[in-house]
T-cell receptor, first 117, second 113 residues
Framework: GAVVSQHPSRVICKSGTSVKIECRSLDFQATTMFWYRQFPKKSLMLMATSNEGSKATYEQGVEKDKFLINHASLTLSTLTVTSAHPEDSSFYIC?????????????FGPGTRLTVT | AQSVTQLGSHVSVSEGALVLLRCNYSSSVPPYLFWYVQYPNQGLQLLLKYTSAATLVKGINGFEAEFKKSETSFHLTKPSAHMSDAAEYFCAVSNTGFQKLVFGTGTRLLVSP
């Protein structure tokens, strides 16, 4: 089956530093990937759509300069949280769509728990 | 715009009892509907999906859901709950499945012995 990985699974960083999260589609190519943020006991909120070879599309209210997204290849998208602050602490999840028959399915990574101290 | 409403942030059942998790959607185009399950500190696993074919959709782990256009609903059911079903369940809607998903607020299923 299709597998999406994320690295790291957990990261703790100090306030003011930057942290990079990788999302990889291991056995399929993904021209598009999605980045979600999940607050404790809350639903997933789409942050941005990552497009291979072009700029990411950010949802309203998401700071482009703070959450840098780079879709470097057909199997890798990265999310960099710049100048992180405690309020950026959250669970970040990526997904990638894969055609299944006449439709698509989104395959999710296992998530990355970011804690900013 | 699309949206999903999940009624009940928590649902408690006894092991062996019927599980019913409610989901209502709003969409201006024929929707693609999904149910995902999430275990603590993990990503999401697809339980089942509706993509305009059969209205009764069977998924993994004994779950199924019925698409009812007249009620704009896509409720998730399982005849007999198992302890391992305890998790967070999310209903989601999309235009095509390829595009972004809009999630409901989630329902935590608690299963007691």
């Amino acid at each position: 089956g299709a597998v999406v990985s994320q690295h790291p699974s957990r990261v703790i960083c100090k306030s003011g530093t930057s942290v990079k999260i990788e999302c990889r589609s291991l056995d399929f190519q993904a021209t598009t990937m999605f980045w979600y943020r999940q607050f404790p006991k809350k639903s997933l909120m789409l942050m941005a759509t990552s497009n291979e070879g072009s700029k990411a599309t950010y949802e309203q209210g998401v700071e482009k300069d703070k959450f840098l997204i780079n879709h470097a290849s057909l199997t890798l998208s990265t999310l960099t949280v710049t100048s992180a602050h405690p309020e950026d602490s959250s669970f970040y999840i990526c997904s990638a769509p894969l055609a299944r028959g006449t439709s698509y399915e989104q395959y999710f990574g296992p998530g990355t728990r970011l804690t900013v101290t | 715009a699309q949206s999903v409403t999940q009624l009940g942030s928590h649902v408690s059942v006894s092991e062996g009892a019927l599980v019913l998790l409610r989901c209502n959607y709003s969409s201006s185009v024929p929707p693609y509907l999904f149910w995902y399950v999430q275990y603590p500190n993990q990503g999401l696993q697809l339980l089942l999906k509706y993509t305009s074919a059969a209205t009764l959709v069977k998924g993994i782990n004994g779950f199924e859901a019925e698409f009812k256009k007249s009620e704009t609903s896509f409720h998730l059911t399982k005849p007999s709950a198992h302890m391992s079903d305890a998790a967070e369940y999310f209903c989601a809607v999309s235009n095509t499945g390829f595009q972004k998903l809009v999630f409901g607020t989630g329902t935590r299923l608690l299963v007691s012995p």
